[in-house]
């Protein structure tokens, strides 16, 4: 019932494993894939009690030796001070920690890419894996090598890219996500399927009720295997993109569909009131409207994508964006270039490419029909 | 009369730069190696007054557009509160800095080893030219792409590996080097002269007098030629070892010959106190005499890298080292694996190799022989 999909990066190569219940060959993956008898595990204060000690146990299961560090949940813990004081705490270990040393980081996208940063930069790079404990994670940040934390000027300013020696992706810790955090996740599938898998809409709509089930005791009760399934599929599609390009020089910005204005929304809005995916949502619905209006996609095509968002309970509609402020954030984007701002678009479901043309006017149009009632 | 030696890294090649009056192609070389127009040049208030205003003119006469940044000069700021400091003012440029912008690092060792860092984690990766004022940044720190900065817990244990796109070593700014931070820089020739040139080590017993002539005014007054040439020679062995193995998983360990006792002097009598050339001198002191009693190395020859380093007025003997103080500090060198200790053993001039297995009294005997009045 486990799935494996592998990111086939030459030189760096490494698997993803998924399924049920695979946090617990966490020891073996830490000696085999990244050749360490000895990790720090980074998670965070809220994932620590869930799933800390089945990792740490997890460790000693597989014979190398853990200590965990947690740091407090949320993103505002991601900066640089932050991954200052989890080296300290690093350095302070006894005996010294070397080369042959692992990290591992355990929780949400903040602790993986936190985790990600710091065995980028400890000692010039130590080997690393990820278990990511949140869809968004597993199916966003546990591929590609993007590691790294915020600035006060903007998300995931600083970073580096650092590619993980493997990753773990148990599909049980994605039960105790909220449905709010779920459909942060979602939304990076959706993305995924009107990039690439057209079929996977579908899915994600006929699915949409089974993946959002929640049991007596407030946990997700979604089918094991469908999950498996759908992770599996959205990474082996990220995989697929980041493989041909993996330091962002070209296709892999059409992982930015939905981004470009989803960006600047949750800039606007704020990190702790909009997720990421809810701004994804919104960002996806933007694009297509640009698309329809240049008569690029077909409208029944866009309708279909919000049908799909809504099914997952995620916004498509969003009132009063004042769009000078969302233009403005949108310019210090980091994938901006001599000011000009960078669009994916779909011309179809499954196919996108990236326009360096658009309008001040059509981003103005497509803001604001968003922001209609 | 300028030389050009290309460090051959399959993917990130790039070429070093080296003679009088290079310093005034930088803006042409921002533009075309970096391919940038604009850059931030990272720079120490001791170097700023001395060659920062020459930077940015020949930026603008390159027609690339350049802001400069100084940190107070010094070992004491090289760490991740001045990098977090850096990184701020970077990202409160306008119009906003973007991956087009380059970063420059104009200075000794610690300006060029903070420039590449602030380059590799400011958004997720920037290209850099580094710029090296000082003969040990020249021939050591220019060719690698070890960028990083120190911990309470040691030095350049935080960093990342992120090769410049160029190198302009202008040895006219070597003139105003001091003769003992000359001296930092020549204790790394003879290493290189050890490990890889023996012609090298008779042509700086020939040189040593030139070399550590100062003129009237208190500049060094060496024949640019020779100095030039010297560069050159030093780089393209630290090339030549570092294409044949990036990561430093194998080979490239033969550049710490003399570094492994080096690093525990240094930090055992401070850094503020004793300079890394001089602890280094000592260190290659020490290994030599572990060759020479394994019977490895004739004495003789022995003397004569001794006999070179004093004549570069590099110190052989230091009085009064505690051992047990120093063979402590080695166990927490981040190339230390299992709490082994490493060392580079030359076997004649110009044949080194690696042995993992000194004992601990192998080199006490060293570091006794080293103190001895």
Chains 1, 2 share one sequence.
């Not at 494996?4 to 760096?12: Q, W």
């Not at 000895?38 to 965070?44: H, K, L």
């Not at 968004?136 to 650092?162: P, R």
């Amino acid at each position: 019932m486990y799935k494996t999909v592998t990111v086939p990066l030459p030189g760096r190569e490494y698997d993803i494993l998924i399924g049920p219940g695979t946090l617990a060959r966490l020891g073996e993956w830490t000696r085999e894939h990244a050749r360490a008898k000895r990790a720090v595990v980074i998670t965070e204060t809220n994932i620590n009690p869930l799933y800390g000690e089945q990792a740490l146990l997890a460790m000693a299961e597989g014979g190398a030796e853990a200590v965990s560090m947690s740091f407090p949940a949320g993103e505002v813990s991601k900066n640089l001070d932050t991954i200052g004081a989890l080296l300290k705490a690093m350095f302070h270990l006894e005996p010294a920690i070397d080369r042959g040393t692992a990290v591992v980081g355990l929780g949400g996208g903040v602790a993986t890419d936190m985790a990600g940063f710091v065995a980028a930069i400890c000692l010039r790079g130590l080997r690393w894996i990820a278990c990511p404990t949140s869809l968004l994670a597993a199916v966003d940040a546990s591929v590609g090598g993007k590691t790294g934390v915020d600035h006060e000027q903007g998300k995931n300013l600083i970073g580096a890219f650092h590619q993980p020696s493997g990753v773990i992706i148990d599909v049980n810790t994605l039960r105790s996500l909220d449905r709010r955090e779920l459909g942060n996740g979602l939304a990076e599938c959706v993305k995924h399927a009107v990039i690439r898998d057209p079929v996977m809409l579908d899915e994600l709509a006929n699915g949409a009720a089974d993946l959002q089930t929640v049991d007596e005791a407030g946990h997700l009760a979604f089918d094991a295997e469908r999950m498996t399934e759908l992770v599996a599929r959205n990474v082996a599609i990220k995989a697929a993109v980041v493989a041909e390009d993996e330091k962002e020089s070209g296709l892999r910005a059409i992982l930015n569909f939905g981004h470009t204005v989803g960006h600047g929304v949750e800039a606007l809005i704020g990190y702790d009131v909009i997720r990421h995916g809810e701004a994804v949502s919104l960002g996806m619905v933007a694009a297509n409207r640009i698309s329809v209006q240049r008569g690029l996609l077909d409208s029944a095509t866009a309708d279909r994508v919000e049908e799909v968002l809504g099914k997952l309970a995620l916004p498509i509609r969003k009132g009063n964006l004042n769009f000078d402020a969302v233009w403005r954030i949108m310019q210090h984007d980091k994938k901006a270039r001599d000011g000009r701002v960078r669009f994916v678009l779909a011309r179809d479901l499954g196919d996108v490419a990236i326009y360096d043309d658009v309008t001040k006017d059509e981003v103005r149009a497509a803001v604001e029909y968003v922001s209609q009632p």
